[in-house]
């Protein structure tokens, strides 16, 4: 099985056209990776904090609805967080967040399962990155990569972050326990600004990553997996919005690696430039789908 800890909250979509009716879409960066892996198959655990308000019981449903496992989720008391969505006419999204005093950030020790006894977590995005929970996020990452595969998606929101090199230093520490990456050249540029991301993803590699990945929306992806370097093309996409497709991106990478025995201790010592080549694929097209409709709507194994 496949945890992935982090936010769950509602995306509230504002459209270009029509700005007067914002339309409510369960989103949160990690319970859209969450609910890919469940629609394309895998086992799947959801690891967060859930508000037991009208919000918080739509994200439960949404979860449920997609084969994702809700034995660790923790009833907060606290309200769902809100993120509001702009999309421009191409299809593009920018966010405002509504997040104080909110059900995601409030982990406190003994919320998270001691050795659960996951094949690997996915963390990333604004629980590791926002107090006071994020620390308690970090330790227990922290913990249990000694045996258990960690992957880190960062899924930068600049808004809630702080101080650039305060959270520098905190991805720094992250670095440490993922064994897979995935980062968009967008994130990089805010994190290292005028950095190239191959450099950042070569040093990352030498200090022990199993795979890097830097996503580049329509131009495809740079890859760093079984002792070499390559680039895969973006899927054929005909655009709708591009909510959540990051997180299909991040999902089905893992749901590939998942299949084909990479994510265990040890896999992705074994991980090839050709298999890395037929995962990340696997995960544009997922992507491409995502982008396709609207809101974070990952598609069904049964719809590829």
């Not at 595969?149 to 650039?164: C, E, H, K, Y």
Request: glycine residues 12%; proline residues 6%; contains cysteine.
């Amino acid at each position: 099985m496949i945890g992935v800890v982090g936010e769950a909250l509602i995306d509230l979509k504002v459209g270009h056209e029509d700005a007067g009716h914002p339309v409510a879409h369960p989103g949160g960066s990690p319970m859209n990776v969450a609910v890919t892996l469940g629609r394309l198959g895998s086992e799947v655990a959801f690891l967060g904090r859930v508000s037991g308000d009208a919000f918080g019981r739509l994200l439960r449903t949404h979860l449920e609805a997609s084969d994702v496992d809700l034995r660790w989720v923790v009833d907060a008391k606290e309200p769902t967080s809100l993120a509001i969505v702009s999309v421009d006419p191409v299809g593009s999204a920018s966010y405002a967040f509504h997040v104080e005093g909110t059900a995601d950030w409030q982990w406190t020790e003994g919320e998270l399962p001691h050795r659960p006894g996951l094949d690997a977590v996915h963390a990333g995005s604004l629980a590791l990155a926002v107090d006071p929970g994020g620390a308690v996020v970090e330790r227990w990452l922290t913990d249990l990569s000694a045996g258990t595969t960690i992957s880190l998606d960062p899924n930068v929101r600049p808004a809630l972050l702080g101080d650039r090199e305060g959270y520098r230093e905190r991805l720094e520490r992250w670095l440490e326990f993922a064994a897979i990456v995935k980062v968009s050249d967008e994130d990089l540029e805010w994190i290292w600004p005028g950095v190239d991301p191959a450099e950042l993803a070569e040093s990352w590699i030498t200090k022990g990553r199993k795979l890097v990945v830097v996503t580049r929306g329509g131009e495809g992806s740079l890859v760093w997996a079984g002792g070499e370097a390559f680039a895969v093309p973006a899927a054929p996409v005909d655009m709708v919005d591009t909510v959540g497709a990051g997180d299909s991106f991040s999902g089905a990478l893992l749901d590939w690696l998942g299949r084909n025995d990479r994510l265990r201790p040890g896999g992705l010592d074994r991980l090839t430039a050709g298999e890395a080549r037929e995962a990340v694929a696997f995960a544009s097209t997922v992507a491409a789908i995502t982008c396709s409709r609207a809101g974070a709507n990952p598609p069904f194994r049964s719809e590829l």
